[in-house]
């Protein structure tokens, strides 16, 4: 079967794949994704530091590695999701159909 598209259909239907594909990117935005995951790790690694022994800070020289590590992490991925909430992926301008021109 083949189907024949008008170019306005044809338009119409540009213009709806790429409204989808910009509401993807904004969804895969890198910076959400690094700025969760440091999170996520922050958390996970800065609970290690606070329950960590005697035994493991004494391995470090008496610093405890994983709460310095975890609260590093932390803060990096809150500034990660604190730029994306301030710097927000653009929109694209909308594309003007060649029969919505204004004349």
Do not use: C
């Not at 800065?46 to 590695?65: E, F, L, R, V, Y």
């Not at 929109?91 to 029969?99: A, G, Q, R």
């Amino acid at each position: 079967m083949s189907e024949h598209y008008s170019e306005r259909e044809l338009q119409r239907e540009i213009t709806e794949l790429e409204t989808k594909s910009t509401t993807a990117a904004r969804l895969f935005d890198i910076r959400r994704l690094i700025g969760g995951l440091f999170v996520v790790y922050g958390v996970i690694v800065t609970i290690a530091g606070i329950t960590a022994s005697d035994a493991d800070i004494d391995k470090a020289q008496g610093i405890n590695i994983n709460l310095w590590t975890g609260l590093g992490m932390l803060i990096l991925g809150l500034l990660f999701l604190l730029w994306l909430w301030l710097r927000p992926t653009a929109p694209p301008p909308p594309d003007v159909l060649p029969d919505e021109r204004k004349e």
